[in-house]
């Protein structure tokens, strides 16, 4: 079973930047679909961005489009989100997904996941 731990989150002041990683291990297929997803008290799980192992296209939420970065290292398994020009709305826990395959165009869905991490917070003040 695959296993996905991130790091990275802390508080910041809008405007600031952070960069989350998450490292996976176990990996079984020869393909998943990597993704960053958010969550804010009393909201529902929203995908933030996306790219294939190995891959080099990548998928974002309008609402981080031109202010963060989903990008990969496939020899060291590690994702990471790199976080720029942060506002208070980007508040959230945001959480390591994958799932066997390809992204496709629902790739913002989060049942569409298998595995998931235990989340990392990202506060931003105003």
């Known amino acids: 079973e695959v296993q996905l731990v991130e790091s990275g989150g802390g508080s910041v002041q809008a405007g600031g930047s952070l960069r989350l990683s998450c490292a996976a291990s176990r990996y079984t297929y020869s393909r998943y679909c990597m993704a960053w997803f958010r969550q804010a008290p009393g909201k529902e799980r929203e995908g933030v961005a996306a790219?294939?192992?190995?891959?080099?296209?990548?998928y974002y939420a309008d609402s981080v489009k031109g202010r963060f970065t989903i990008s990969q290292d496939n020899a060291k398994d590690m994702l990471y989100l790199q976080m720029n020009s942060l506002k208070p709305e980007d508040t959230a826990m945001y959480y390591c997904?994958?799932?066997?395959?390809?992204?496709?165009?629902?790739?913002?869905?989060?049942?569409?996941?298998?595995?998931w991490g235990q989340g990392t917070q990202v506060t931003v003040s105003s």
């Open positions: 790219i294939i192992t190995g891959g080099f296209i990548r």
């Open positions: 997904a994958a799932a066997e395959g390809s992204c496709g165009a629902k790739w913002y869905n989060y049942w569409g996941y298998n595995y």
